[in-house]
């Protein structure tokens, strides 16, 4: 699998399946989530509530329609929220691993990614980029593109710096 990182706008990207970094409701947010649902329109809200009408636990992934976006598929994952005190790093880690397994399903063959945790949820920054990267190289799976999309020059900068210093 290539693993790449491009700076820009998750909701813009030309891939498959884009991740949300949702919460558990599912009912939308602000930051990626609230991008998303803007830019896909009603129709992943509408989808939202009809596939997950009890929301999706930390760690877990499922998906909808991408709406107008680009992409096809949304894939949503609710990653901990270290600020309110969900500190386990593998409920971080599962955000991508499940990502990747509902990518397969889905026969998605690129997707790409926002640092889930690293916004609102104050996971500590280089950590959020470190279990993105490792986890990422390290899960099989046949998506043949994962991007990690930076909003940022400081995250774009961060997460190529990881993915050049060896594992
Ligand atoms: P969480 O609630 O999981 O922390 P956030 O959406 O608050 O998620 O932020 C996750 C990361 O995504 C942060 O690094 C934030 O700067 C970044 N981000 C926010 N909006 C976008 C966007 N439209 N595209 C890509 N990344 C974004």
Known sequence: MDLEVVQGDITAQDVDAVVNAANRAMRGGGGVDGAIHRAGGPEVLEDCRRR???????GEAGWTTAGHMPARWVIHVVGPNH????RDRSLLTSCYANALAVADELGAGSVAFPLVSAGVYGWPFDDAVAAAVETLRSTDTGVSLARLVAFDARAFDAIERRLSARP
């Open 52 to 58: 997950f009408p009890d929301g999706l636990a930390t």
């Open 83 to 86: 600020t309110r005190g969900e």
